[in-house]
């Protein structure tokens, strides 16, 4: 890239914001911090940054609200929420109102440059042309797969469905966010769901050897769906 990522770092606890700032320095970012909630969204208003990370329990107005409001003004703007609670209501909450992704402390700092950097992947329109799942080798601008000398035929959605769940380092991907990311539906547009459940089934029946017990598309129980790849692939 010619000019650096800059990032917003929400974040009351100096220790951690010091040291989140010296990280994505290190990295080649350029960072803007902010000590409290209030300060945050005023930053966030001024600027649209690469990507905000963003505490959930701030002094002055806490990271649900900064992202509703983020949300109001920039529905693309991406976000990470960083969150000491690992309770599923809060996750979900945090991914309704628009977060694309959560770290949970204390965190891998490996594991948080390896999600900011997904983000911004996704959020420059970057995603995988293929695929290696086990012994199937999948061509998703090509729309096509092969195993052995069987081929196969992949729908649009359905390459559009993979290249989005390849591109989340393995983490679980709720319905209403697919909808959103893959559908291009609003996001709390209300929509039922089951036409992402209908997709999932069809590509398991194409991609996995046993559909009935899949090894790469996993559900994950009141979270959503999870593409695990194996570890040679790129």
């Known amino acids: 890239m010619t000019a650096k990522a800059h990032l917003l770092v ?3 606890e100096a220790p951690i914001r010091a040291g989140l700032l010296d990280l994505f320095v290190f990295h080649g970012y350029e960072v803007t911090a902010a000590a409290d909630g209030l300060e945050g969204l005023r930053l966030a208003s001024t600027r649209r940054f690469d990507l905000i990370l963003l505490d959930l ?4 107005m806490d990271g649900f609200e900064i992202c509703d409001r983020v949300r109001e003004q ?3 703007q991406p976000i990470i929420m960083l969150t000491a609670r690992t309770g599923d209501q809060d996750i979900i909450e945090g991914l309704r109102l628009g977060a694309d992704d959560y770290v949970s402390k204390p965190f891998s700092v490996t594991e948080l440059v390896l999600r900011v950097q997904a983000v911004l992947r996704r959020s420059r329109g970057v995603r995988p042309q293929s695929l290696r799942l086990g012994d199937l080798a999948l ?8 195993r052995g000398e069987a081929r196969m035929a992949l729908t649009r959605r359905e390459a559009d469905l993979l290249a989005y769940l390849a591109g ?3 983490r679980a991907v709720s319905r209403e966010e697919l909808l959103h990311k893959v559908w291009g539906y ?3 547009a209300g929509l039922e769901t089951r036409t992402v459940d209908i997709h999932i089934a069809k590509l398991r029946r194409k991609i ?6 899949p090894r790469f598309l996993l559900t994950v129980r ?3 769906y999870r593409l695990d790849l194996p570890d040679d692939d790129g």
């Open 186 to 188: 609003a996001r709390n």
């Open 208 to 213: 996995e050897p046993d559909p009935s017990h």
């Open 222 to 224: 009141g979270a959503g």
């Open 57 to 60: 329990m701030l002094p002055g």
């Open 10 to 12: 929400v974040e009351d």
């Open 139 to 146: 061509d998703l601008d090509g729309l096509s797969g092969q």
């Open 168 to 170: 989340q380092c393995a």
């Open 74 to 76: 920039d529905p693309a």
